[in-house]
């Protein structure tokens, strides 16, 4: 089976544009494999403003709960980790617009939304016991790996009716619901308002 990862993202703000990963999960559905990141800024805290030091204290306060500093690897690793594991024909899911966003301008790979297929939020999937990252407690819901092991029990069923004689047309047609790259997004948009300009 082609290898077909859910990726999920905690972030905090560089600037109210620029954001940085803060927590990283890599999970394959079909060999149930995991790869969970806690990632250092990529700013010193004394280098934001004002207003993004609140915004910052106000997600790690009520959101995910990991504090500025904290962290294993620096975000150039987590980045190259993210590309080399879903490079090639491999497929990436993620929850959510914004997110699929972030996540292929990331890689340079388009991403399906996971939300295309019916995923329900992470709180209406059933808890299982499932093993939260050391930072976490069990079955805190803003934690990646706990999201990723939900989203992918819940997406496994899926994927296998996906998998038979018309695997590939199901996907093509499913082409229509994938979020570009930003950069790729932004190129097209241009493309076509050259292209109504030439015909004007």
Same mark, same amino acid.
Request: proline residues 4%; hydrophobic residues 35%; positive net charge.
């Given at each position: 089976m +082609?290898?077909?990862?859910? /990726?999920? /993202? ?20 079909p060999?149930? +494999?995991l790869q ?5 800024p990529?700013?010193? *805290?004394?280098? $934001? ?9 106000y ?5 995910h ?5 904290? #962290? ?15 490079? #090639?024909?491999s ?5 959510g617009?914004?997110?699929? +966003?972030?996540? &292929?301008?990331?890689? #340079?790979?388009? /991403? ?5 297929? #019916? ?26 790996q ?7 029990? *819940? ?5 296998? +009716?996906? /998998?038979n ?5 199901? *996907?093509?047609? $499913? ?15 241009? &493309? ?9």
């Amino acid at each position: 089976m +082609q290898d077909v990862y859910i /990726v999920d /993202v905690e972030l905090l703000h560089v600037t109210r544009t620029k954001r940085f990963i803060k927590e990283l999960c890599i999970y394959n559905v079909p060999t149930m +494999q995991l790869q969970n990141y806690l990632v250092l800024p990529s700013a010193r *805290w004394c280098s $934001l403003k004002p207003d993004i030091q609140s915004l910052n204290s106000y997600i790690t306060a009520n959101i995910h709960k990991i504090e500025y500093n904290h #962290g294993q690897i620096d975000q150039e690793s987590a980045i190259e980790f993210l590309i080399n594991t879903t490079k #090639g024909l491999s497929l990436i899911l993620a929850k959510g617009h914004d997110k699929c +966003q972030f996540i &292929a301008t990331l890689t #340079g790979k388009s /991403v399906f939304n996971l939300e295309t297929f #019916g995923c329900p939020k992470v709180s209406d999937l059933p808890a299982t016991n499932d093993c939260s990252c050391l930072t976490h407690p069990p079955n805190f819901l803003h934690c990646c790996q706990i999201k990723c092991l939900r989203f992918g029990r *819940w997406f496994y069923p899926v994927l296998e +009716q996906l /998998v038979n004689k018309t695997y590939h047309t199901n *996907w093509i047609y $499913l082409a229509k619901y994938m979020v570009r790259p930003k950069y790729l997004d932004d190129y097209l948009k241009d &493309a076509k308002n050259n292209g109504k300009k030439q015909v004007l």
